[in-house]
């Protein structure tokens, strides 16, 4: 499975990389100055602009409008940005499922060229974060797993716990586990704030922080179990239920045994 | 005389010529022990201190209690290079570089929970035996003693590594302290050596935790077995048993093999858990620092109903004349807990004043036959549980997918409503349970087999009971209600009314039973057949 | 009439019952047996401990499943030990069981009340030693005695006094003035408006003077969370209102409850949860309490920019942050 998802995440790799990159350069420079070598890009751009906006009409605009405006029941995508709808889609948190509930993580609708259609559409709107590219995510090198461990330790265990297991939020609302999520959606989810998470702004942790932060969940998804099974890492409410059930269910079992008359 | 016997005899005249100690031990090595699985749940207490004098001893060899700042640099990667305490870093030290640290911390934490899951399951059955009557009131004291430290000492073990999690709780015991009107601030800058956090609590809490208050569990300790020793052990109904007399096996061998085994199986068991389970991971929670916090931060189980009672309680504070007082710390934290303490201290004192019995009891009380008592600790159970349960409240929210808020609203409703429930559902099921044991000992047990009569009706064989069991169901005492007068014989309210009344109330409804089985009932039934 | 009826009588202890190793030789060897290979196993368990805490590095792992990828070391040393006190535990306890005698023995109790001659002699004895002692007639000492114990008392409560120092207005302070740049934890980087977004949280504390350390008891009382909402969204007074900076609010992150991080923003929500007690607070309200057990918002810090642009605080707190004390006075 993990090797199916890197290598998903390899051949997805190389267009984005093209691709992202000219987009900054398209909205940021003059694109007529770049124009010769880069416009077969350009055009492949607008194909998946055009191809992202019948996707989005056919999956997302019952909800979120026509032009992704927004309505009652969904917000406005205008200017929410390619991060945004790349973590949203690419997680499967959209399309929900049911309304009612919080976007949850699940197997994704789209494919990843689709996802990634959808998110060039949904950028076409309106500037907005972009989604990282492979070098920018190279949290290997460009990580401290010490310094994020901090940095997850004051910014996000408070909803997501000590060993990013996730917790309870507000009226049913959960902070979902972060093991098993790709680095890139992690970051993604510190630029864009989906759901109920806040935006961690480049300026208050910086991209390198960011990394950081996700080399240190990547090494805590990886540790192995030091001391045994991990009770799902969420402390003593766990410990307190083995105790109560395994711990005391075999000391009475043998004092039973104990106190039995031999045949 | 064979050698060996004759070395073992020269020591032993050696130690008795200066002891005298062969005439006690003669006695005592005959002691007579009764055996019921339940007898050994206080071992379990014992022998889990045992543990955790012998782990907590193999601990301090490497753990620095002190809050000076140093830079990690051991084999943990996550954590190298970080700033933190002293203590914190030891920990992590007996973790990773000490061999059979991390085993020897898990078991004496783990140890350490036994210990307290034992105390607990000790006092249910102490009390809902009737165990805590006259002679044994002393050591019912103890007992309560004993629990109350142990959560003392639990909380400060668990606070030494200065870890993200347990220093989130001396953060909450502090404001604890502080909000003692009057004398809080000042309380909490004693202990803590000024202002929070400080380097002054760890060191300081270490030497209660590894000195004083062992040193006070012992003799506690000591006292509570001599007590047992010198009272001899309760026992259960039966036949042969009477409250007289002691039936059981002798010290030596029987009891001693079987104590002295079951303090195996203790520490068996806890090494087990300690090899497979992983206990306070501190190195995943981070260092302390007053500016995190994790989702789910929970104390352990036995200071979670406490927990629970604080995060259920209302928002109220008290502001005036320039002074605040927190109910809603002060209630949760030192009021309801200081009753329910106080309650359960004086339990024995409370019941034998309401019910007039002054007797001494050996024999122990199946708990269906005082419906009063058993639903008054089921009630207290209940209590303690659903504060419990909301002490846990965020983790069972996103296990089972409901909401803290409707959790809380549970709590909050529960902790009034159910106790009371569980009062009447239990003192029912207590009636009912004596109305079995009187039909089984009138009309025998159902066997299953049906047999048609002559009139063509069926009926199930009914199989006469033994002579033990039967004894077993109707042994016990029924004690009329009292009758304390409230008047004089010219109608007039006497002094002291009010108080026989309410005697007189509550001895009414302990002695609320149904009739048990009599051997003229049995014979008149035999007459019908 | 109560006299007539007949209780259901004891009929004593039951006969002993021989088990199968009292009576059959063949089934005392098999206990015997059992008893030894249980002794054996607990040999055997030690071997493991040893051999694990000898010849397993601790960097050895091994997929066990409900357990999951498991240090080897650990777990040879722990299970060793289990094994080598549990079987020596269920030895000792199956040789009692099945080889030793487990005819019932009955001893008798003994009564613990003193008899009436001894209490009343104990009272005599008491009695003559008081009277010897003179205590009774000698009013004097027996006062002078007992103020000097009771005066011995104090000195172990005066000896306590230096545990800390006494707290003056430190609950009531923290370490931000006007003009204190607020920078990120950690990081210690100064932040400008256009660093948050709207959505956007960031952690904070005071900037430290140059050359100064953090200690944890100012961190203790001067983290600070701030909150990038629309300015709209704010449903303010003016004078709250004044003291946030382009939709930027900032509150004190220790609770005022019992002193955690309340950091947990739900950015759609505009809530703050305090996750140790669930103490929900209203942001765009200048968190006011909205459920769980805090009784007062948290203290709002005024914050503003310096001339180089930074977020500094406007003024300190205007109340302690924290929670409460007897001599806070709101």
């Not at chain 1, 691709?19 to 055009?43: C, D, K, W």
């Not at chain 1, 499967?92 to 009612?100: C, E």
């Not at chain 1, 970051?187 to 240190?216: C, H, N, R």
């Not at chain 2, 909450?172 to 004693?190: H, N, R, T, W």
């Amino acid at each position: 499975m993990k090797r199916l998802s890197r290598l998903r995440r390899h051949h997805a790799a190389g267009p984005i990389l093209l691709i992202f990159a000219l987009f900054t350069i398209g909205t940021t420079f003059q694109v007529a100055s770049a124009v010769n070598s880069e416009s077969p890009s350009v055009a492949d751009r607008s194909v998946a602009i055009e191809e992202g906006k019948q996707i989005f009409l056919k999956g997302c605009s019952s909800c979120h409008g026509l032009n992704a405006e927004g309505a009652e029941i969904a917000p406005s995508l205008i200017g929410v940005g390619a991060a945004s709808v790349d973590f949203q889609v690419g997680t499967g948190r959209m399309p929900m499922a049911d309304m009612s509930q919080q976007a949850m993580r699940k197997k994704p609708v789209y494919t990843p060229e689709e996802v990634y259609a959808l998110a060039m559409y949904v950028a076409s709107l309106a500037p907005g974060p972009e989604i990282p590219t492979e070098e920018a995510l190279n949290y290997e090198r460009d990580g401290s797993v010490a310094e994020g461990g901090e940095l997850f330790r004051t910014n996000c265990a408070m909803c997501h716990n000590f060993a990013g297991q996730g917790g309870a939020l507000t009226q049913g609302k959960y902070a979902p586990t972060i093991m098993g999520v790709e680095p890139k959606h992690i970051y993604e989810a510190m630029i864009t704030g989906p759901q109920s998470m806040p935006v961690f702004s480049d300026k208050t942790i910086t991209p390198e922080e960011k990394l950081s932060i996700i080399k240190w969940a990547k090494a805590a998804e990886a540790e192995p179990q030091l001391g045994g099974a991990a009770l799902g890492r969420v402390g003593p409410v766990t410990e307190g239920l083995l105790v109560w059930t395994l711990g005391i269910g075999l000391l009475v079992g043998v004092a039973v045994w104990l106190a039995m008359k031999a045949k | 005389m064979t050698a060996r016997e004759r070395v073992a005899g020269n020591v032993a005249g050696y130690v008795d010529d200066r002891t005298g100690a062969a005439k006690w031990m003669k006695k005592n090595l005959t002691k007579v022990f009764p055996d019921h699985w339940s007898f050994l749940l206080g071992e379990i207490c014992l022998y889990s201190f045992v543990i955790l004098l012998l782990s907590g001893t193999f601990l301090t060899f490497w753990f620095d209690p002190s809050m000076k700042e140093v830079v990690y640099d051991g084999s943990y990667e996550p954590l190298k290079g970080l700033k933190m305490s002293a203590a914190y870093a030891s920990t992590l030290d007996i973790s990773f570089e000490v061999r059979g640290g991390l085993l020897m911390r898990q078991i004496h934490h783990w140890a350490a929970l036994i210990f307290m899951v034992g105390i607990v399951v000790h006092l249910m059955r102490v009390y809902f035996t009737g165990a805590f009557r006259k002679p044994r009131e002393f050591n019912w004291i103890i007992g309560v003693g004993l629990l109350t430290l142990g959560i003392v000492e639990g909380f400060l073990g668990y606070s030494l590594p200065d870890d993200l999690l347990s220093g989130t709780g001396i953060r909450i015991a502090e404001a604890i302290i502080q909000a003692i009107p009057v004398v809080g601030s000042y309380l909490a800058f004693f202990a803590f050596g000024g202002a929070f956090p400080g380097e002054a609590f760890i060191p300081r809490i270490y030497t209660v935790h590894i000195l004083l208050l062992p040193g006070i569990f012992l003799a506690l300790i000591t006292v509570h077995l001599m007590l047992v020793w010198y009272q001899k052990h309760t026992q259960f109904p039966g036949p042969g048993r009477t409250e007289k007399n002691v039936v059981g096996y002798p010290l030596m061998p029987v009891y001693m093999a079987k104590a002295g085994g079951f303090f195996f199986i203790v520490f068996g068991v806890t090494a087990f858990l300690g090899a497979v389970a992983s206990i306070n991971p501190i190195w995943l929670y981070g260092p302390y620092t007053p500016a995190q916090v994790s989702a789910g931060s929970q104390p352990d189980w036995y200071m979670g109903w406490l927990d629970g009672l604080v995060r259920m309680a209302p928002p109220i504070e008290t502001h005036a004349l320039g002074y605040t007082i927190s109910w809603n710390i002060l209630i949760p934290g030192l009021i309801v807990p200081g009753i329910m303490f106080t309650g359960l201290a004086l339990y024995p004192f409370i019941e034998s004043w309401a019910t007039g019995d002054k007797r001494e009891h050996h024999l122990l009380d199946r708990p269906r036959n005082t419906p009063n008592r058993t639903a008054i600790g089921v009630m207290a159970l209940t209590f303690t549980l659903v504060s419990l349960l909301n002490g846990g409240n965020d983790i069972i929210a996103t296990t089972f997918h409901l909401t803290i808020n409707q959790m809380m609203w549970f709590s909050r409703i529960a902790i009034i409503v159910l106790p009371p429930i569980a009062f009447v559902v239990t003192k029912r099921l207590c009636l009912s349970l004596q109305r079995a044991d009187r039909d089984l000992v009138l009309h025998g047990r159902e066997t299953g087999r049906l047999v048609r009569m002559p009139s063509g009706e069926f009926i199930e064989v009914h199989e006469p009971i033994s002579a033990e069991k039967a004894w077993v169901l109707t042994s016990h005492e029924q004690l009329a209600p009292l009758e304390l007068p409230e008047h004089d014989g010219a109608g007039v309210r006497r002094p002291g009314a009010l108080k026989n009344k309410i005697r007189n109330r509550i001895s009414r409804a302990a002695a609320v039973a149904v009739p048990k089985a009599t051997e003229t009932e049995r014979r008149e039934l035999e007459g019908h057949h | 009439m109560t006299n007539e009826i007949e209780l259901i009588k004891d009929p004593g202890l039951p006969a002993h019952v021989h088990r199968r190793a009292d009576t059959d030789p063949k089934a005392a060897a098999l206990a015997e047996r059992q008893v030894a290979i249980l002794f054996a196993l607990s040999a055997l368990g030690t071997l493991i401990l040893i051999y694990s805490y000898i010849f397993i590095k601790d960097d050895v792992f091994v997929f066990i499943p409900v357990l999951g990828n498991t240090n080897v070391h650990q777990l040879g040393l722990g299970l060793g030990m289990a094994i080598s006190l549990f079987c020596i535990g269920a030895g000792l306890i199956h040789w009692a069981k099945t080889l030793m005698p487990d005819e019932e023995v009955i001893a008798q109790r003994h009564e613990f009340r003193s008899e009436d001659e001894d209490r009343e002699e104990f009272v005599k004895t008491v009695k003559a030693g008081a009277s010897a002692a003179g205590l009774g007639r000698r009013p004097l000492i027996k006062r002078t005695l007992g103020a000097a114990l009771g005066l011995t008392a104090l000195p172990p409560i005066l000896l306590l006094r230096d545990l800390g120092p006494l707290p003056g207005n430190d609950l009531s302070k923290t370490s931000w003035k006007k003009g204190t740049r607020l920078v990120t934890d950690p990081g210690d980087r100064p932040i400008r408006p256009e660093d948050l977004e709207v959505g956007a949280v960031a952690q904070t504390l005071p900037e430290l003077a140059p050359g100064k350390e953090r200690h944890l008891d100012d961190i203790a009382k001067d983290a600070v969370l701030l909150i990038r909402l629309r300015p709209e969204e704010f449903n303010l007074n003016a004078e709250r209102l004044s003291w946030t900076h382009e939709g930027i609010i900032a509150f004190s992150k220790i609770c005022s409850h019992m002193g955690c991080a309340v950091a947990l923003y739900e950015q759609q929500t505009k809530h703050l949860l305090c996750p140790c007690h669930q103490s929900t607070f209203d942001v765009t309200r200048a968190a006011k309490v909205i459920f769980g057990p805090a009784a007062r918002p948290l203290p709002q810090l005024n914050i503003t920019v310096d001339e180089e642009g930074y977020l500094v605080a406007g003024a300190p707190f205007s109340e302690p942050v924290g929670p409460s004390f007897w001599e806070r006075s709101s």
